[in-house]
Every structure is written in structure tokens, then in C-alpha cells.
């Protein structure tokens, strides 16, 4: 297999006041991602999507625990890594970009200067060196006068151009993967655009593998080669692209496909998957979609679907899958 | 349609360290009754200090709204109480916008009480599970409170309350932007039920311009406190006239990826800072059409056919509308 990250049957649970029962966020997850590739990993909050790749990287909050599964990542299991050396592949071969990218920079240090130590820090360069290339880096992500705002501060920049900074972080040590988180979620649209555009041209040139965490359809068909539709703590459909947005076969995945407003005009009626999702503590028997589903029968609430290939790739966690049909947006499924 | 609310040369001025936060600045325009006028701009523009200055939750620098005719600045008290019945607001987080030591009964019930609408509590409790009803609340959840409840049920805690006083004009800032695609759909298609229900008029405030165009008849589209544009739904986003329009409805993503490689034309440089904008039209710093003119002279918002305003020196035409790059 040329994949670059291959997770198998991962499952992550989480320990919280009051309750003796683990919630398990992420129940059985498989993923691959192919090398060169830009996957989507998609779903609405709480499927855990974002615990999949903190899982992975071993950035778990102190009452999440991986309870099964693998990550081989050239040809080592990243879940079965010490502290010390998973810290040697993230921020090295493996970058990270988060939603927030207040959160990740360090407050007290210029932006020129977290870019370079972590330069240093993992390419064993000598200050100047690091210097030139950090300053290289940032006129590559569109920090206007480079030069001069290697000096600011995160606070001096807008939002745009913190993350602007926290890509050029993530590319500089030219990782094999780097996973982005939401990393758009906090941008205005106009804004937005520029992100999206500037981590497909970086991706295109240098190659890296991407894992892109997001909510917004609209993004994965901006830039996704292949996607992965998390519901409920499992992958219930996964396929290329294209495919994924001209016929899904999950029920799941259609309707939030049809509730987008897109195209909709005043007067129709949007479609809107019924009540809410289901509570970690009682996931429904059988089928974890069928409570909300409009095409469930008696079987989807006893027989648990398998991820199942409907062929060319396309997987999908159901039953009944639905025809491959074109979707009218606002129309009901 | 009658005209609903007018508001006229409204400013808002926020003195800050380092110069003045021109957040609204001499804005001007009416909503009709029973129509949805969407309000659409990036953070920073002004839009929810807008919505905030014509309930008067917020004190106008400069200029008058008028609701039905009356000047609210020029009422006091018990009059101005009882106009402000009429209007509501709707906000983006619905559980920062609740007490959350209070039942969600109590919350509905909040206005009824102080307005003084029912005879006794027992006619006000009816009249809170009618609501809760009406927003597709079971009334059994009377007696909880709102960190029970999911998202999308606390925005239904917050339309319940905002109709309690039965209103003719709801400002709804943002009160999607918060919740997952599914379940903004879900109050999508609730607040256009209530508005046929009710002859409801929305001013709907929102970054988001799909759902703008979803749930509007007229579209004002705001940059740094002024507004650029305001047509009819279908003329705007067919064919905008004012380029930051235009830019705006290039960048948003498009969930369809056959459309992926299209050349669109996106806006360059960062939001600009509504504290010192620019002289001239406040766009001009990240226009491609801007000129000399465009620098010195702020353009007026001014009728280009009837019923689209477009304030632009340089207004798109079918004759210069090719990407500007």
C-alpha cells in the first residue's frame, strides 16, 4: 500500500466526572491516507473526527485514552510510540494546523522567531540560516513585508495572517503529512478563499500528504481528493471526491448534502435531518444513524452495517445503500 | 407592503485608544412589512452593532429609527416599552443568551411577566407551552433548564422567547452560525414557518451568505460600516454590481468539485480596521478598479435601476465584469 498513514480499527474513549462507563468517541475508525493526497475527514460536531487525529498523534487530554487499534506511519505504529520519539515526528514529519491559530503560537515570542526555533529545532541549522529561511517562508505564505513582520508579535496580525504564519510553521520542515484541523473555521469567507487557495498551491508543489478535519462540505470539495464521512463515532462512508458529491449512498451523508442552503431559494423547504445526535453514553443498537434515518427498517436497529465496498473504492456503513441518483438540492432525499 | 421601520443617517462611534471605531456610519435605509431584508458582511463591518442601534439596545451616535411611524428616540418609558414590544432580537449563541439558573419556562415566561401579559401565572404557563409548541419544544420540558438541551433546542428556548411578546419585526443576528448543517436547517425552515404563521418581518443578520440568499428578499451587503449594496435576492447574487460583493460571493466554497478549478477572482490583502478606515470609499484599499477618485471621494449609495442601490464609483456593468486580475 503507498499510504503515507493507514489507521485500523481505532478506538478512543474518554473518562468523565460522575459516570464509572467510558464515552467512546471513536468506535472501530479505518483510514487511509494515499501519499500526495488530500484527504477529508468530515462529519458534524462530536462524530470525532478531531479525537481520530489527536488520537493519532498521541495529543490526547489527560482523560482520553486510545483503547485499540493502529497508525502505521512509515512503518512504525504511532500509537505504540513513547512520548519522546512521537514528539520527534510531530512538527517534523508530521505538522500540525489547528482552528484557532491564536491558540497555537506562543504569545510572548515574534512570529519570525517561532518559525525559525522550530527550524533549528529539527533541522539543526545555525541561527541565520534558520533566520533566512524563516523569513523565506513567510513571504511564500503571503506575509506581506516578510522582513519586517518577522519582528510582531501573533496579537500585531489578523486572524488570516496568524494562520497565514501557523501554515508556514507546518510547511517549513516540508513534512510528509500535515493535519489541519478546522483550519479555515475561524476566517472570514474572503479570507477563507486565501487560506484554501495558498494550502493548495503549497500541496501541489511540495507534495505533502494532508488530512483535512472540517465541517464544511463546501471546503472538502474545494480541495479534497478523497473524503471520509464520520457519524456518531464511525466512518459511514468514504470515496473519492467526485464520486462522494455526485451520488453518496449514505443516508447520513445525503442529508447533510441536501441541507446545505445552497442553491435553495426562499419558499423551499430545506431538508433537515431529524433530531440531534445520539448521546455517547446510549448509542442506539444496530445502526447508529437509523434512529434519525427516513429509510430505516426493522433490521438497521438489530444488524450493525459492515463498511462495505460498493465498488471502485466507494465504501459506505449501511444496509440499504442508496442509488447512485442526482440530488436536487432542497428537495428530500 | 408598508414600510415597517425606517432608520435615518444612523452613526455609531466607539472612542478607542489610538482613534475613533467607526462602526456605523450615516446608514440609511427601511424595512417593509413581512419582508426577510438579509444583512450580510465580514467580522468587523458593523452588521450586529446595526441590529443593536435600531432595537436602541445599543445609544445611536447620530440619526433616528423609526418603528411604525414614531421616532423611538424621542420616547421615554412606558411609550417606548411599549413600541420596543413590537421588535425582538434573536442572538447567535443561544446558551450565552440564556439563564442558565432559570427553567426554560421561566425564560419564555420572562417577558409575559414583566410586560404584564396574563392574568396569573397559571394563563402565563399555558401560554408558555403554546410557545414552546409553536417552535417545536415539548412542552414537558417546562421545568428544565437550558444545559439540558442541545444546541438547537436552546436557539428554539431563544425564538420562543423572542415571540412570547407576539412582535412584528425580529432582528436575527446570526442565530445559525452556531449549529451543525442538520440542525441549522431544521431552524432554517422554522423561522420561515413562524414568518407565514405570523406576517413575521426579519432584519437577518448573518456572515453567511448561502443562507442569506436562502431566506432573504432583499440583500444589504456591509464593508467597514457603510453599506456597498441593497437589491432584491436573485439580482444580487446574479449579478452583483459592487466588486466587494462580487469578491465575496467568489470566495465562498462551493460544494460541488467539478467547479473547484474555476478561475474566481478573490480579494487580496487582510480585512481592513474600522478604526481610522480609509478616506475616500473604504473598499478602495483592496479594489482592482479603484482610482483617483475612488481615493478621495466617498461614493453615495444611489439607485442604479429601481430598487438596487449600489454605492461604487465604478459599478460592475456587463461590459467590465471579466475577473480583475
Not at chain 1, 231 to 238: L, M
Not at chain 2, 29 to 36: C, D, M
Not at chain 2, 208 to 216: A, G, P
Request: proline share 6%; hydrophobic share 40%; charged share 25%.
Amino acid at each position: 500500500m503507498n499510504s503515507i498513514l493507514e489507521i485500523r480499527g481505532l478506538v478512543t474513549s474518554f473518562a468523565t466526572d460522575g459516570r464509572k462507563d467510558r464515552a467512546v468517541a471513536v468506535n472501530g475508525v479505518d483510514i487511509d491516507i494515499p501519499r500526495g493526497a488530500i484527504v477529508g475527514l468530515v462529519g458534524e460536531s462530536g462524530c470525532g473526527k478531531s479525537v481520530t487525529a489527536l488520537s493519532t498523534l498521541g495529543l490526547l487530554p489527560e482523560n482520553g485514552r486510545v483503547d485499540a487499534g493502529s497508525a502505521m506511519f512509515g512503518g512504525q505504529d504511532l500509537l505504540k510510540l513513547k512520548d519522546h520519539e512521537l514528539r520527534r515526528i510531530r512538527g517534523n514529519r508530521i505538522s500540525m494546523i489547528f482552528q484557532e491559530p491564536m491558540t497555537s503560537l506562543n504569545p510572548i515570542m515574534t512570529i519570525g522567531r517561532q518559525v525559525s526555533e522550530s527550524i533549528m529545532l529539527h533541522g539543526g541549522v545555525d541561527k541565520a540560516t534558520a533566520r533566512a529561511r524563516a523569513i523565506e517562508m513567510l513571504e511564500k505564505v503571503g506575509i506581506p513585508e516578510a522582513k519586517r513582520r518577522y519582528d510582531s508579535y501573533p496579537h500585531e496580525l489578523s486572524g488570516g495572517l496568524r494562520q497565514r504564519v501557523l501554515i508556514g510553521m507546518a510547511m517549513v520542515m516540508q513534512p510528509d503529512l500535515l493535519i489541519a484541523d478546522e483550519p479555515t473555521t475561524a476566517l472570514d469567507v474572503s479570507i477563507e478563499a486565501q487560506i484554501l487557495r495558498l494550502m493548495r498551491d503549497l500541496q501541489r508543489e511540495s507534495g505533502t500528504s494532508i488530512l483535512l478535519i472540517t465541517h464544511n462540505l463546501g471546503v472538502v470539495a474545494e480541495l479534497c481528493d478523497s473524503v471520509c464521512v464520520m457519524y456518531a463515532g464511525e466512518v459511514v462512508e468514504r470515496a473519492d471526491v467526485f464520486t462522494l458529491f455526485r451520488g453518496c449512498a449514505h443516508p447520513y451523508t445525503r442529508g447533510l448534502m441536501a441541507a446545505l442552503p445552497r442553491m435553495a431559494m426562499k419558499g423551499q423547504r430545506l431538508y433537515n435531518i431529524p433530531g440531534s445526535v445520539p448521546n455517547l453514553w446510549s448509542m442506539p443498537a444496530g445502526c447508529r444513524f437509523s434512529p434519525r434515518c427516513e429509510f430505516a427498517k426493522e433490521s438497521c436497529r438489530q444488524e450493525k452495517p459492515a463498511l462495505a465496498d460498493l465498488g471502485d473504492g466507494h465504501l459506505c456503513r449501511c444496509l440499504f445503500p442508496l442509488d447512485d441518483v442526482p440530488q436536487h438540492e432542497g428537495d428530500n432525499p | 407592503m408598508s414600510e415597517l421601520l425606517r432608520a435615518e443617517g444612523l452613526v455609531k462611534e466607539f472612542p478607542v485608544k489610538g482613534g475613533v471605531v467607526h462602526a456605523v456610519s450615516d446608514v440609511s435605509f427601511a424595512i417593509e412589512g413581512g419582508e426577510t431584508l438579509g444583512l450580510v458582511g465580514e467580522s468587523g463591518c458593523g452588521k450586529s452593532t446595526l441590529g443593536r442601534l435600531l432595537l436602541r439596545l445599543l445609544p445611536a451616535t447620530a440619526g433616528k429609527v423609526f418603528f411604525k411611524g414614531q421616532d423611538l428616540s424621542a420616547l421615554r418609558g412606558e411609550s417606548l416599552r411599549a413600541l420596543r414590544h413590537g421588535m425582538q432580537m434573536i442572538f447567535q449563541d443561544p446558551y450565552a443568551s440564556l439563564d442558565p439558573r432559570m427553567t426554560v419556562g421561566s425564560i419564555i415566561m420572562e417577558p409575559l411577566k414583566t410586560q404584564r401579559v396574563g392574568r396569573n401565572r397559571a394563563e402565563r404557563a399555558e401560554m408558555v407551552r403554546d410557545l414552546m409548541n409553536q417552535v417545536g419544544l415539548r412542552p414537558e420540558f417546562y421545568s428544565r433548564y437550558p444545559h439540558q438541551f442541545s444546541g438547537g433546542q436552546r436557539q428554539r428556548i431563544g425564538i420562543a422567547r423572542a415571540l412570547a411578546l407576539n412582535p412584528e419585526l425580529i432582528i436575527c443576528d446570526e442565530p445559525v452560525s452556531a449549529l451543525d448543517v442538520s440542525i441549522q436547517a431544521q431552524i432554517l425552515n422554522l423561522l420561515s414557518d413562524l414568518q407565514r404563521q405570523r406576517a413575521l418581518t426579519y432584519l437577518f443578520i448573518s456572515h453567511d451568505l448561502n443562507v442569506v440568499r436562502y431566506l432573504s428578499d432583499r440583500v444589504i451587503v456591509m464593508f467597514l460600516g457603510k453599506f456597498c449594496e441593497l437589491a432584491p435576492t436573485q439580482a444580487l447574487y446574479a449579478a452583483p454590481k459592487h466588486p466587494y460583493t462580487r469578491f465575496l460571493l467568489d470566495s465562498v466554497p462551493v460544494p460541488d468539485p467539478t467547479r473547484r478549478d474555476e478561475n474566481r477572482a478573490l480579494l487580496t490583502g487582510e480585512v481592513s480596521s474600522p478604526v481610522n478606515p480609509p478616506d475616500g470609499c473604504r473598499f478602495h484599499p483592496r479594489c482592482p478598479y479603484a482610482d483617483e477618485r475612488c481615493r478621495r471621494e466617498a461614493p453615495a449609495l444611489r439607485a442604479l435601476e429601481p430598487g438596487r442601490l449600489c454605492a461604487c464609483h465604478h459599478p460592475i456593468t456587463t461590459s467590465n465584469k471579466e475577473n480583475p486580475t
